[in-house]
């Protein structure tokens, strides 16, 4: 079966300094990669996705993300936090061929201080 | 820039009514989606809708769940004898063109509190 694990619950990080969420996922089958962030009280916003090509991605607000397929990760990196880069980010995959759904991880909680 | 819309944003409701969940979806998608996110647990996979019927439900999705594509615009989902466990925050999505990777855009989400 499909999964998707996020390895840090939390990150605790200073403004300014850079930052990696980590993230790794099981498939048998080719898969579609995404990065969501919910900030609070709000819905999910993708900041990025892989689909094919570079494995190198740029996404929203300074992200990017690099997927690896030999060792099946997409970790999500961005360069210098902000505080207002605080939110929840989710990792996520689709199955290639299926109806669409996301595949989810637990979420790592970004938490900016100043 | 168009957004999918969901009604209400927060909604009680008292254990064994039946609630209904509104979306508006992106007008001129395809493909339609309820997932769900319990207090402190990740986000899960309800149900896909494509061109008038379910094309995908989760084991969550039992007889209790239903959706619906009453008119061309609203997407609903119906819980029909809410359970304490049903409180959770609903999110609605759609997209263009599922199964391709095409990006999901997600509504607010509804709060539902089952007490």
């Known amino acids: 079966a499909q999964s998707v694990t996020q390895l840090d619950s939390q990150v605790p990080v200073f403004e300014e300094a850079p930052v990696e969420l980590r993230c790794n996922y099981s498939?048998?089958?080719?898969?579609?990669l995404f990065w969501y962030v919910q900030y609070p009280n709000q819905g999910l916003q993708l900041l990025l996705k892989y689909l094919s090509g570079s494995t190198l991605v740029k996404g929203i607000n300074g992200f990017e993300a690099e997927f690896n397929k030999s060792q099946t990760s997409f970790h999500l990196r961005k360069p210098s936090v902000h505080i207002s880069d605080t939110a929840e980010y989710f990792c996520a995959v689709i199955i290639s061929g299926n109806t669409g759904k996301l595949i989810f991880g637990q979420g790592t909680t970004l938490q900016v201080k100043p | 820039e168009p957004e999918v819309t969901q009604t209400p944003s927060h909604q009680v409701t008292q254990m064994g009514q039946e609630v209904i969940l509104r979306c508006v979806p992106i007008?001129?998608?395809?493909?339609f989606y309820w997932y769900r996110q319990i207090l402190g647990q990740k986000v899960e996979f309800l149900v896909s809708?494509?061109?008038?019927?379910?094309?995908?439900k989760s084991e969550i999705f039992d007889d209790q769940f239903s959706v619906e594509r009453p008119d061309g615009s609203n997407f609903t989902l119906k819980i029909r004898s809410t359970k304490l466990e049903d409180s959770a925050m609903y999110f609605c999505?759609?997209?263009?063109?599922?199964?391709?990777?095409?990006?999901?855009?997600f509504g607010q989400g509804t709060r539902l509190t089952v007490v």
């Open positions: 999505a759609s997209s263009g063109v599922g199964g391709r990777g095409t990006e999901a855009f």
């Open positions: 809708f494509y061109n008038n019927e379910i094309s995908e």
């Open positions: 007008s001129n998608h395809l493909y």
């Open positions: 498939s048998s089958v080719s898969v579609y």
